[in-house]
T-cell receptor, first 115, second 109 residues
Framework: EAQVTQNPRYLITVTGKKLTVTCSQN?????MSWYRQDPGLGLRQIYY???????DKGDVPEGYKVSRKEKRNFPLILESPSPNQTSLYFC??????????????FGPGTRLTVL | GQNIDQPTEMTATEGAIVQINCTYQ??????LFWYQQHAGEAPTFLSY????GLEEKGRFSSFLSRSKGYSYLLLKELQMKDSASYLC??????????FGQGTTLQVKP
């Protein structure tokens, strides 16, 4: 089954404790992206990757890091989480974003709470 | 910039038709997507418009007018399960999706 998976699905942590949210897709997509969703603000892009070893900042990259060592995986790293990073996070992937039709497939989401 | 506006909330009756509008200001984009999102779940694809006009998919239709900076999603024969948020998003060459805040639709019996 073609899918995007994320782990963990739910996480409660404390300020300053490094964490990683994993994302994996089995569709051989080149493009992967991370979004966060907050009430009243909608979905906002954090980072994206056009291919292996190619990453770039989205609209809200502060406090986050990413890596793309393999095509299928795109982990999101919070080196020192803070309460304002409490949010619902989605990973997404698509094939060749330069094409006009580039439906993005979303993972199930990770609900993160930073105390 | 790309400002995307949608109504925050709408209410409609089961069996009825509802139109959710999306207006935007942008210098250019590849196409316009509509996604459905149930609370706490991932957005799922509904429709995509690249050319002006109407795209129909079963009970859902989407319309785009690039000259007017306007799109709408039309839902017919509303069902209770259609209660969800509906997200309008513009796509660009880099693959980035710019989302509106979403419209929460409540379908009542």
């Amino acid at each position: 089954e073609a899918q995007v998976t994320q782990n963990p699905r739910y996480l409660i942590t404390v300020t300053g404790k490094k964490l990683t949210v994993t994302c994996s897709q089995n569709m051989n997509h080149e493009y992967m992206s991370w979004y966060r969703q907050d009430p009243g603000l909608g979905l906002r892009q954090i980072y994206y990757s056009m291919n292996v070893e190619v990453t770039d900042k989205g609209d809200v990259p502060e406090g986050y890091k990413v890596s793309r060592k393999e095509k299928r995986n795109f982990p999101l790293i919070l080196e020192s989480p803070s309460p304002n990073q409490t949010s619902l996070y989605f990973c997404a992937s698509t094939d060749n974003p330069g094409q006009r039709y580039n439906e993005q497939f979303f993972g199930p989401g990770t609900r993160l709470t930073v105390l | 910039g790309q400002n995307i506006d949608q109504p925050t909330e709408m209410t409609a009756t089961e069996g009825a038709i509802v139109q959710i509008n999306c207006t935007y200001q942008t210098s250019g984009f590849n196409g316009l997507f509509w996604y459905q999102q149930h609370a706490g779940e991932a957005p799922t694809f509904l429709s995509y418009n690249v050319l002006d006009g109407l795209e129909e998919k079963g009970r859902f239709s989407s319309f785009l007018s690039r000259s007017k900076g306007y799109s709408y999603l039309l839902l017919k024969e509303l069902q209770m399960k259609d209660s969800a948020s509906y997200l309008c998003a513009l796509s660009g060459n880099t693959g980035k999706l710019i989302f509106g805040q979403g419209t929460t639709l409540q379908v009542k019996p």
